[in-house]
């Protein structure tokens, strides 16, 4: 038997994309110094996986979208932030949660998709802890 080869096709979003984290919504407690009160979020793990995997939970009355709250999202890295939203659903629109980053989300086959666009290095927006 043949091993099946994936078809080929073309990504409406050809620009490049580096892999980034993945967030996980959970119901479990994290810890009070990873709360985002603006999103009314708690958003936890980044910094201590070497695959990116960032636990996430959110406060009975978070105004993010339920799609973010209750699905796996996987996010990327993207050179151009506006380009890379041209022709895609967008979910939540662009902001800033800290100085040197913009996030945005959009659904892709019916799940999340955050994008990053960084303008300054990452290490200098958020230092990883010693250790």
């Given at each position: 038997m043949k091993p099946r080869r994936a078809p080929e096709r073309s990504h409406p979003a050809a620009a490049p994309m580096r892999y980034h984290h993945i967030g996980i919504?959970?119901?479990?407690?994290?810890?009070?110094e990873d709360?985002?009160?603006?999103?009314?979020?708690?958003a936890s793990g980044y910094f201590a996986s070497r695959y990116g995997i960032e636990w996430m939970a959110f406060d009975a009355d978070c105004p993010l979208p339920e799609l973010i709250r209750t699905v796996p999202h996987v996010a990327f890295v993207v050179e151009d932030l506006d380009a890379a939203l041209a022709g895609q659903e967008l979910l939540m629109a662009p902001s800033s949660p800290a100085d040197g980053v913009r996030v945005a989300f959009i659904v892709e086959n019916g799940a999340p998709v955050e994008l990053l666009e960084f303008s300054r290095p990452e290490e200098e927006i958020w230092p990883r802890p010693a250790g």
């Open positions: 919504p959970t119901t479990r407690a994290l810890p009070a709360y985002r009160p603006e999103w009314k979020l708690t």
